[in-house]
């Protein structure tokens, strides 16, 4: 070995020895963002909210003309920045895409989720997800134009489908192709927009994602009529906010908030009566709902007024359905009181 | 200590060869700065991964290649190999690559054949097919490459459904689900009269050479075509002839929703095809304009003196002194093309970009999906880059 060669390894020993006596030094510093518990503070001191929302869905969440958002999503945004900040004004709404918004909520750019998204055991788990509540049950289906002469499912043997990727909506066509032996032809465009116009210009035979999704998209087209939705549910997607897992006390915010919203209506307390309510409603768990006694918002770091301000400002679950589903077509159906038979049931306030 | 060194004379040391432990010892300065910067560098490094994988641990996503052999469940519209929803992602991923070298080679070639003419046509004497190859250029590489394939792929979707499809002759269709062919039902015969082409044609090229050799040597020139036509064309036929000469057309014809059988181009890989030559081309064109405007005009003229006709001058003279210019930039061009095709994403054609997206979606494992990308355009763009290097040092200009 010459010498050259030698001082040159001796060079890079000595460098990689410096290496390891900094690198573990450096490596101590706490992960920003991620960890236990840090989203609250995080929320708090910033002094906004990140929330991730469709990049676009009629009823869900949409910017209108003004370029304000609104949607039945979009509430569960504004219900957590007037719990947190009594200030619907301090969010910063961030549209996602179905293929980005996962790595939008991992990488800390959002701190929570309601974005149509699907709970599944996969994301619960390697996807490092929570998902706290479910505020919306839904189940895929089919749209097809009435021009096409189709009246189930189980006729689109051939057919070309459109359909977002990423998403389960994906996974459960394969899935429900293979059980029915039926052969089809996706056409897979990640933009909400792109995917919809292709559809309509014929692309497509059949437009397949949640039953809530096609409402929303017939009731935008100019022509609803001309467009069915076909009768078979072919899946169970349970929809709601998601947050990063591991960080229990964001998680029961958000969970908490949607009970708060569900139980309101239960209890018949709307944004018109909740002041009235929470002076004079002797109900016991009403009392403690509104903060009247009990402290339950500040177990959840909130002040315990949170509840009063947050059916103020944005309404029941009921009247959420009201404002912005049921005008597109939504019926309750499974998203109806469970006294009324369907699966919305909100833990108690105790 | 012995009796050498109490020696005043010998204590003044020869000429030192060792490190001095001195910052004015210009070997032990190299040293330093050297292990300080490699040991900066290992560090960062270093930092860099332990702090990610601490980040994902504490997040509790999932890392590892382990993905790649799970099943896929994702639907894919075109491939070239065999694909179904419940091979491993480690099989889509492949078709993903494979479709993105599918518009890759293609684009390359016909922007190529397509950015030549058009940087001729700019050059030509007719006035008005110099202006309008001049207002292509300036048109198409003004405007965003996005929103050149979002226009084509809306004008294709704006084509009539299958049902009444344009039928301009038997058999080839024209509707808002892509062009369809007629083509031949496959079989072993044509795979092997498909070998014999190869082998025809590589057996061509060495006839060829061994005929330009003899050609030196003698100055007789040899006539190639006869046994070059008998070896392209002659061969394959009789393989396929010998093999019983199968064949059975395979024409689209309407059944349900869609066209069964025959060949198909989708609107999504067409759209993609059209905006990425009809891009690539108005720069490949300024490139050869600039290629063949280098060559002195003096060149023109010496040519013509020795009494060489104008296609000989071009072939013979101009082009070879041309192309000197025009491989450097071309490379990059074609760089370009390959990684333009990521923008297949918003046109829906299901590229690698499009594939490893779905899968990091759905597996939750981004770093390992976006290495995945930087490999496979990495190696693309390498064997490019490597390619167009040797070729471009085969026509250099050998110097004496």
Redesign the interface.
Known sequence: MTPMRL?TL???G???L???V??PA??Q?P?PA??AAATMDAVKSRGTLSCGVNTGLAGFAQPDSQGRWTGFDVDYCRALAVALFNDQSKIRYVPTT??GR??AL?SGEIDVLPRNTTATL??D????LDFPAVNFYDGQGFMVKAS?GVSSAKE?????VC?Q??TTT??N???WA?ANSIQ????????LE??V??YV???C?AYTTDVSGLAATRSAQPQPAEHVILPEVISKEPLGPAV???DQRWSDLVRWTHYLLVGAEEFGITSANVEQAAANDARPEVQRMLGKNGGLGAMLGVDDAWGVRVIKAIGNYGEMFDRHLKPIGIQRGPNAQWTQGGQQYAQPFR | MSDTAADPRLLRAPPKKGIRLSWADEKLRG?VW??????VV??IL??LV??TS??LE?????TGWGFLSREA?????EHVIDYN??NTYARALLVGVLNTLKVAVIGILLATVFGTLIGIARLSKNWLLSRIAATYIEVIRDLPLLLQL?FWY?IL??LP?PRQSLNPVTGVFLS??GLKLPWIQWQDAHSFALLGLVAGIVATIFYARAARAKQMADGQPRKVWPLALGLILGLPLLIWAGLGAPFAGDIPAL????F?GGLTIT??YFALLLGLVMYTAAFIAEIVRAGIQSVARGQWEAAEALGLQRGRIMRLIVLPQALRVIIPPMTSQYLNLTKNSSLA????Y?DIV?IS??T???????IEGIAIIMAVYLSISLSISLFMNWYNARIALVER
């Open positions: 001082a001796r060079t890079l000595a460098a990689f410096a290496g390891a900094a690198a450096m490596a510093q992960a991620g960890g179905a293929q996962f790595t991992q996969s994301r788990t390697s996807l490092g096409l689109l043997n051939g057919a070309t359909v990727p990423g994906e996974q066509l394969t899935d293979r089809f032809t996706p056409v897979v465009i990640e933009r792109e995917l116009s292709a210009a014929g692309r035979d990063r897992h591991g | 040293i050297q292990v300080l910067v490699v040991g290992v560090s270093w930092w332990s702090n601490h980040n504490v997040r509790r996503i999932a469940g994702l639907p894919i519209g929803p419940t979002l809306a979707q704006g459904a808002n689900r059944r349900g929703f869609n069964q609107p999504e994403v918003a046109i829906g299901q499009s997206n779905t990091l979606n759905q597996t939750g494992q981004a």
